[in-house]
């Protein structure tokens, strides 16, 4: 059973470009959670979402982030017009239910780079 | 809002204990736990610990938890430089929704030769 994917593994991106990171979870995982982790800072927890459904969006900053997890296909986190700001690590986690963290994966990240 | 509070390093000897230290401010939190995270790598679930709890013992890792004080540690018995990473400790306190995770800073913990 593969673990959650996560890709592109790094991306860089000048300033005013888009972003899109994309997140497989895991078989049989219709729940999808996004961190993002700036340098030398913990995660910080983004949004929450269930396939065709946003659970959460607490954390996603008001403008130019969007997350999406269609019936099909990964979740996608979006960031349009990036900004230096925006260099990070993004993490997805992924569970089976709505569930305590006990049982959620966490996959390898993406490492996006603003120029 | 919650806020979970670690020291940044820890350099201990191969073969020595490790102590990795957290405070925690919502009374809330149902589980905590401690994760791993190597390089290059993502987070890994090393253990937790329910919050009527006070201690969690498994393998090398001993879990202490203080409920009273809101401070949580990770010992890491006969430390080895595979255990050369960043630790992180987290909560899941209902005001912020169950299922969701509020991370410290990290611990990066040197294991020296």
């Known amino acids: 059973n593969a673990g959650v994917m996560q890709n592109p593994r790094h991306l860089v991106r000048r300033r005013g470009q888009e972003a899109r990171l994309r997140c497989s979870p895991m078989k049989g995982h219709s729940h999808v959670y996004w961190y993002r982790q700036l340098p030398e800072e913990g995660l910080k927890f983004m949004v929450y979402?269930?396939?065709?459904?946003?659970?959460?969006e607490s954390g996603m900053p008001k403008e130019r982030f969007s997350a999406e997890f269609p019936k099909e296909g990964p979740s996608i986190l979006r960031i349009q017009q990036v900004v230096r700001g925006d260099s990070a690590a993004y993490f997805c986690?992924?569970?089976?239910?709505?569930?305590?963290?006990?049982?959620?994966?966490f996959g390898p990240g993406t490492r996006l780079t603003v120029t | 809002g919650e806020d979970v509070e670690q020291s940044l390093f820890l350099s201990v000897r191969e073969g020595d204990s490790s102590v990795i230290n957290c405070t925690y401010t919502?009374?809330?939190?149902?589980?905590l736990y401690w994760y791993k995270q190597e390089p290059g790598a993502g987070l890994q679930l090393l253990t937790y610990?329910?919050?009527?709890?006070d201690m969690k013992q498994d393998q090398r890792l001993t879990v202490l938890l203080n409920k009273k004080d809101k401070h949580l540690s990770l010992r890491i018995a006969d430390t080895q430089t595979g255990d050369s990473a960043i630790y992180f400790c987290a909560e899941n306190g209902l005001t912020g929704g169950g299922n969701k995770l509020t991370f410290g800073t990290g611990t990066q913990l040197k294991v020296e030769l």
């Open positions: 979402l269930q396939k065709e459904n946003i659970i959460d």
């Open positions: 610990i329910f919050s009527n709890m």
């Open positions: 919502d009374s809330s939190s149902t589980y």
């Open positions: 986690a992924s569970s089976p239910r709505d569930s305590l963290p006990t049982e959620q994966y």
